[in-house]
């Protein structure tokens, strides 16, 4: 098992001192998903939902959420954030919204944090634009499901519970 790096050898939370780490390109992508009635995501794909443009409001959230990932992850380090992009697809299948948010810098550190944060918070205003219509609504599946850059190099998730609910 790894060494939990933000622990020092007394066991009190630090954050990690990136100073000595190479300056790579970083990219990170997570993904999770909203799950609701049929009927809820049909407010979302024919534009009736009362707050408005759910998935744009979303969008634009995941955005502002992975640049303020810093200041709600007590240990994580400001970034210089390159890029953000945050993809909501309404899926009948789900039934729902699937998030897919990818994050990307080039720094000392890897921007995994800022991408489920990203998700996570497009998720949450999703949930905050419909709880009017549905307060039953699931958001599931937060995962890291690529991590690229630096020294350990790239990691892709299996497919999981998230991925296989698309088949």
Known sequence: MAELTHFDKS?????????DKAVTDRVAVAECCVKMRLETLEKVTEGTAKKGDVLGVARLAGIMGAKKCADLIPLCHPLPITKVSVDLAPD???????IT??????GQTGVEMEALTAASTAALTVYDMLKAAEKTMEISGLRVVLKDGGKSGRFEASPGAASEARR
């Open 92 to 98: 009948t299948a789900l039934p729902g919204v699937r």
């Open 11 to 19: 066991g009190a939370a630090h954050m990690v001192d990136v100073s």
């Open 101 to 106: 948010a990818t994050v990307k810098t080039t």
